[in-house]
C-alpha cells in the first residue's frame, strides 16, 4: 500500500465515519452488503506558530514541537472536540492583544491553522480512508427528485414556502417508488419518505441541485409540519448550514446538510466541476444533461410547461418525468462521480466534501496528512502573485481543414518532474513525490486497461487512472493557489515560462515541417499539416518526429484530428471531427448565460460557416428574425435564468450603498412579491417595445409569458440577434457580412462571390494567463507514534 497516496492506516471497506459525541468517531463498514458501526476515539488538533498563544488555556491537552523550520512549529492535541474550540477562542483572543489586530475568527488569525471538520482531522490523524478496498458498486446509492410548487401566497410570510407535490426514489438494484401527494398530504409524504430512506439504507444519496434546492425544501418542509426528519443512519436529524465551498476554480455558495453515516452528492456540482475544464455542457439543466448520458431510454418527456403545472394536467406524464429524472441523476453520477468514489480513497475527506471541492485541497490534504504523521511542522501560505501565465493565442482566423492538434503529454506535471520543481517550504520533498507516484499509478492503470478484456474492469480503471489525471494536472495550479499552505509563485512561474518555451519550440518546428499554426492553448497546438500529410498514419508521424526535438521526459502526442476547425479568437473555436460531430468551445463564441434562441442561433450559424454555407447562414438569419418578430416560439426561449447567490438584504443594502446595480432576477421576484435566498433560480423576460430599456425595471417572471397575448419585448431581442451576428463580422469584409445579416432583400439574395477570409492575426506580445502543556508520558495517543 503506498502510503502517501492512500494514507498509512489499511482498514477497508469503511463507507462513512461521522462525529459520535465530543471524541468518538463512529465509522460505519458495509462488510458483505450490511453495515457494521465501531466507534474509535478521537484527538482533535490544531497547528501553532507559537505556545505562548496557549499560556492560559488551563484544560488537558499536549503540546507537541515539531521537526523542521517552517512557520507552525508547534501542534496542540485534545481530548475533546470542545476543548480543540476553547483553544481557538483563546488563540484568538491572545493574538489579539499582541498584535492589535481585528481577527473575526480562526480563519483570520495567522497564529494557528485548524481544520474546522472533525471527519477531516480523524481522517488525517488515523490515516483512514473511505471507500478503500471497494469498487463503485459495493457503494449502495439512492437517487433523489422532488417535485414542488411556487408559493401559493408570494406575498404571505416566511411560513409560504413552496408545498412538495411529488417525490421520486429510486437506488442502484432498480427499485423505484413515486410518492404523491394526490394520495397523500404533503405531511403523511415525509413521513413515508423518512421510512422509506432508512428502509432502503443507502451509503450515499444523490440528486440534481440536491444541495441547492431538494435537500434544504425538504428539511423546511419537515419543521413546517414539526415532523423529525430521521434520515441519518441511528435515526439522527440532518444537520445544514450555510457555507461557501472552497474550490480554486470556482467558490459557490450553497448549503452544507450533515446527514449521518450517508454522502449528498449534487450532480449539478459534479456537472459544474467537469464542465471547468472542458467545457462540454450547453446546459446544466437535468434534461439536457440526461439526453447526453443516459442510455436505453427511447423515449424523453419534455414538458412545455412546469413540472407543477404538469402534475396538475397530466399526472401520469408528471410521474414518468419523476422517473426520468432520477434515472437520468444516476446516470450522470455513474460517468461523473467515479473520480471522486476513487479520490476518496487515496485523500482525507469525506465523498461529499471530495465531490465539491477543487484539487487544490484534494492535494494540500495530502500534503497534510504525510506532514501530520511524520510530525513536521507546516508553512503558511506565501504572499505574491504569478506573473506568468500559460501560453495562448490565435494565429489564424477563419475556416480551414485537415486539422491536427498535437498535445504536450501532462506539460505541466512533466515539467515538475523533468525539474525537479517543489515547493521552497516542502521540507520533506512531498509534493513531487506524490506526482511521480501518481504518474506511475496512472500509467499502470492504463496498461492494465490496455491489457485487460472484462468490459467492467475496463471501465474501473479507466475511472482509476481518470481520478490519478485530475490530481496530476493540479499540482501546477496548487503551486500558484494564494491561499494554499506550501504555495509558491515562484516555482509556478518557473513552471509557465519552461512551457512557454516549449510550446514556441514546437511552433518552430511544425513551421519547419510547413505546418500552418492556427492556434495555441496552455499545452496544445492546432495546425494544418502539409499536403504531403493526410492521413491519420501521417500526422501521427509527422508529430513523433516533432516530439524527438523536445527534451528528454517531454513528449508530444496527437491528441486529435478534424475534418474542420473554425478559428476564431484565443481559447473560442469550433471544430467538426471526421465522424460530423460538432463541438464548439469559448464562451466569447457561444455562452451557456445566452438565452436559448441565441445558442441555437449559434450552433446553427457556426454549423453553416464550417460548410461554407453562405445562403444557409442568411437564410438562418432572416429565419430567426421572422420568428421573433412573429413571436413563433415559447418562453424557455427567450427568458434567462440566473441563481441568486446573496440574500435579499444583502442585496438591498449594497445597492443603497452604491455596491451594485439593480438586477433583474430580484427585482422580478420583488415585483412578484416572491420570497427568495440564496440558490433559488429566477427566470425572467424582457418586456417594453424600445431597445434602450432597463431589464432590471422592465421584465417578468418567465411563468407570466402569455403565447395568445405576448409582451415579450422584440425590439430588444431582435436587437440581441444582430448583436450576436456580430460575432461574425471577423470572418466577411464589411459589404458581404451587411448582405448576409439583413432582412432587407429587396431583390433576394444571391451568395455569388461571397467567401469567408481566413486573416493571419498580429498575436499579443508576451503570453496571456490562462483564465488559480507538557506532553503526557502516561497516556500516549497518535502524536506520539514515530
Same mark, same amino acid.
Given at each position: 500500500m503506498n502510503v502517501l497516496l492512500h494514507g498509512h492506516s489499511p482498514a477497508t471497506h469503511t463507507v462513512a465515519a461521522q462525529q459520535l459525541d465530543d471524541s468518538h468517531i463512529r465509522l460505519y463498514k458495509r462488510i458483505d452488503g450490511q453495515i457494521v458501526q465501531e466507534d474509535v476515539e478521537f484527538f482533535p488538533f490544531l497547528f501553532l506558530s507559537n505556545p505562548a498563544y496557549l499560556a492560559t488555556y488551563d484544560r488537558k491537552h499536549w503540546m507537541k514541537q515539531l521537526a523542521g523550520g517552517n512557520f507552525f512549529r508547534f501542534l496542540a492535541v485534545?481530548?475533546? =472536540?470542545?476543548?480543540? %474550540?476553547?483553544?481557538?477562542?483563546?488563540?484568538?483572543?491572545?493574538?489579539?492583544?499582541?498584535?492589535?489586530?481585528?481577527?473575526?475568527?480562526?480563519?483570520?488569525?495567522?497564529?494557528?491553522?485548524?481544520?474546522?471538520?472533525?471527519?477531516?482531522?480523524?481522517?488525517?490523524?488515523?490515516?483512514?480512508?473511505?471507500?478503500?478496498?471497494?469498487?463503485? #458498486? #459495493?457503494?449502495?446509492?439512492?437517487?433523489?427528485?422532488? !417535485?414542488?410548487?411556487?408559493? *401559493?401566497?408570494?406575498?404571505?410570510? +416566511?411560513? *409560504?414556502?413552496?408545498?412538495?407535490?411529488?417525490?421520486?426514489? /429510486?437506488?442502484?438494484?432498480? =427499485?423505484?417508488?413515486?410518492? #404523491?401527494?394526490?394520495?397523500?398530504?404533503? /405531511?403523511?409524504l415525509l413521513v413515508e419518505l423518512d421510512r422509506v430512506i432508512r428502509e432502503r439504507d443507502p451509503d450515499v444519496i444523490e440528486g440534481h441541485r440536491l444541495l441547492e434546492h431538494d435537500m434544504p425544501l425538504l428539511l423546511r418542509r419537515f419543521a413546517y409540519y414539526e415532523t423529525p426528519c430521521t434520515i441519518g443512519r441511528d435515526g439522527r $436529524?440532518?444537520?445544514?448550514?450555510?457555507? +461557501? %465551498?472552497?474550490?480554486?476554480?470556482?467558490?459557490?455558495?450553497?448549503?452544507?446538510?450533515?446527514?449521518?453515516?450517508?454522502?449528498?452528492?449534487?450532480?449539478? !456540482?459534479?456537472?459544474?466541476?467537469?464542465?471547468?475544464?472542458?467545457?462540454?455542457?450547453?446546459?446544466?439543466?437535468? /434534461?439536457?444533461?440526461? *439526453?447526453?448520458?443516459?442510455?436505453?431510454?427511447?423515449? +424523453?418527456?419534455?414538458?412545455?410547461?412546469?413540472?407543477?403545472?404538469? %402534475?396538475?394536467?397530466?399526472?401520469?406524464?408528471?410521474?414518468?418525468?419523476?422517473?426520468?429524472?432520477?434515472?437520468?441523476?444516476?446516470?450522470?453520477?455513474?460517468?461523473?462521480?467515479?473520480?471522486?468514489?476513487?479520490?476518496?480513497?487515496?485523500?482525507?475527506?469525506?465523498?461529499?466534501?471530495v465531490a465539491r471541492t477543487g484539487s487544490a485541497a484534494k492535494i494540500e490534504s495530502l500534503l497534510l496528512r504525510e506532514y501530520l504523521r511524520q510530525k513536521h511542522s507546516i508553512p503558511k501560505p506565501s504572499q505574491g502573485s504569478q506573473t506568468t501565465g500559460g501560453y495562448a493565442e490565435v494565429f489564424m482566423t477563419g475556416v480551414f481543414e485537415r486539422v491536427v492538434l498535437a498535445d504536450v503529454e501532462s506539460l505541466y506535471p512533466s515539467i515538475i518532474l523533468h525539474r525537479d520543481i517543489r515547493p521552497e517550504t516542502d521540507e520533506l520533498a512531498i509534493f513531487p513525490a506524490l506526482l511521480k507516484d501518481l504518474v506511475a499509478m496512472r500509467l499502470g492503470a492504463k496498461r492494465s486497461m490496455s491489457a485487460s478484456e472484462n468490459p467492467a474492469e475496463r471501465a474501473r480503471l479507466d475511472a482509476l487512472q481518470s481520478s490519478f489525471k485530475i490530481l496530476i494536472n493540479s499540482f501546477y495550479g496548487y503551486l500558484a493557489y494564494s491561499r494554499g499552505l506550501f504555495n509558491d509563485f515562484a516555482r509556478a512561474d518557473e513552471i509557465t515560462k519552461t512551457g512557454q518555451e516549449l510550446l514556441r519550440s514546437i511552433l518552430k518546428q511544425i513551421?519547419?515541417?510547413?505546418?500552418?499554426?492556427?492556434?495555441?492553448?496552455?499545452?496544445?497546438?492546432?495546425?494544418?499539416?502539409? #499536403?504531403?500529410?493526410?492521413?491519420?498514419?501521417?500526422?501521427?508521424?509527422?508529430?513523433?518526429?516533432?516530439? $524527438?526535438?523536445?527534451?528528454?521526459?517531454?513528449?508530444?502526442?496527437?491528441?486529435?484530428?478534424?475534418?474542420?476547425?473554425?478559428?476564431?479568437?484565443?481559447?473560442?473555436? /469550433?471544430?467538426v471531427g471526421y465522424d460530423g460531430t460538432l463541438t464548439i468551445r469559448g464562451s466569447a463564441l457561444i455562452s451557456r448565460s445566452m438565452e436559448r434562441y441565441l445558442r441555437r442561433f449559434l450552433r446553427l450559424a457556426v454549423s453553416n460557416l464550417l460548410d461554407q454555407n453562405i445562403a444557409g447562414l442568411h437564410t438562418l438569419y432572416a429565419t430567426f428574425y421572422s420568428d421573433i418578430a412573429n413571436h413563433r416560439w415559447e418562453a424557455l426561449d427567450f427568458c434567462r435564468t440566473e441563481t441568486i447567490h446573496d440574500p435579499f438584504a444583502v442585496y438591498e443594502r449594497e445597492i443603497g450603498e452604491g455596491k451594485r446595480n439593480p438586477a433583474a432576477a430580484y427585482e422580478v421576484a420583488r415585483r412578484a412579491g416572491r420570497l427568495i435566498k440564496p440558490g433559488d433560480r429566477i427566470s425572467y423576460y424582457v418586456t417594453g417595445t424600445a431597445t434602450g430599456i432597463r431589464v432590471s425595471e422592465n421584465s417578468r417572471p418567465a411563468e407570466e409569458w402569455d403565447p395568445n397575448f405576448p409582451d415579450e419585448n422584440t425590439a430588444y431581442y431582435l436587437s440581441r440577434l444582430a448583436e450576436t451576428a456580430d460575432k461574425f463580422e471577423i470572418f466577411f469584409i464589411p459589404e458581404d457580412f451587411r448582405k448576409i445579416f439583413t432582412v432587407d432583400d429587396l431583390f433576394g439574395f444571391d451568395p455569388a462571390g461571397i467567401k469567408i477570409m481566413a486573416r493571419r492575426t498580429v498575436p499579443e506580445s508576451g503570453a496571456s494567463a490562462s483564465t488559480d502543556q507538557q506532553e503526557s508520558e502516561e497516556f500516549g495517543i497518535w502524536i506520539d507514534r514515530s
Open positions: 485534545f481530548t475533546r =472536540w470542545t476543548d480543540l %474550540w476553547e483553544a481557538v477562542r483563546i488563540i484568538i483572543e491572545s493574538e489579539r492583544t499582541a498584535t492589535g489586530r481585528r481577527i473575526d475568527g480562526y480563519a483570520d488569525a495567522e497564529s494557528m491553522h485548524v481544520r474546522p471538520d472533525p471527519i477531516t482531522q480523524y481522517l488525517m490523524q488515523s490515516g483512514t480512508t473511505l471507500f478503500k478496498g471497494m469498487v463503485f #458498486d #459495493d457503494v449502495r446509492r439512492l437517487q433523489l427528485s422532488v !417535485l414542488s410548487s411556487p408559493p *401559493a401566497h408570494p406575498r404571505a410570510p +416566511r411560513k *409560504a414556502d413552496e408545498s412538495i407535490l411529488a417525490v421520486a426514489v /429510486a437506488d442502484t438494484t432498480g =427499485w423505484e417508488l413515486v410518492l #404523491d401527494t394526490k394520495k397523500l398530504d404533503e /405531511a403523511s $436529524e440532518p444537520r445544514a448550514a450555510q457555507s +461557501r %465551498w472552497g474550490s480554486q476554480e470556482i467558490e459557490q455558495d450553497f448549503t452544507v446538510i450533515d446527514v449521518a453515516g450517508r454522502h449528498l452528492i449534487d450532480t449539478h !456540482l459534479l456537472a459544474e466541476m467537469h464542465d471547468f475544464s472542458r467545457r462540454s455542457f450547453e446546459s446544466m439543466d437535468l /434534461a439536457t444533461l440526461g *439526453a447526453q448520458f443516459a442510455t436505453g431510454q427511447t423515449r +424523453r418527456i419534455r414538458p412545455s410547461i412546469r413540472p407543477d403545472q404538469l %402534475w396538475h394536467q397530466e399526472p401520469k406524464e408528471a410521474h414518468a418525468l419523476l422517473l426520468q429524472n432520477v434515472r437520468d441523476i444516476r446516470a450522470l453520477a455513474n460517468n461523473l462521480a467515479v473520480s471522486s468514489f476513487y479520490l476518496t480513497q487515496m485523500v482525507p475527506l469525506s465523498y461529499g466534501v513551421e519547419l515541417h510547413n505546418g500552418q499554426i492556427l492556434e495555441v492553448d496552455t499545452d496544445g497546438v492546432f495546425f494544418v499539416p502539409p #499536403d504531403n500529410v493526410a492521413d491519420e498514419e501521417t500526422e501521427g508521424s509527422l508529430v513523433q518526429r516533432i516530439s $524527438e526535438s523536445l527534451p528528454e521526459g517531454i513528449q508530444l502526442v496527437p491528441a486529435g484530428r478534424y475534418q474542420k476547425m473554425l478559428s476564431y479568437k484565443k481559447k473560442n473555436y /469550433a471544430l
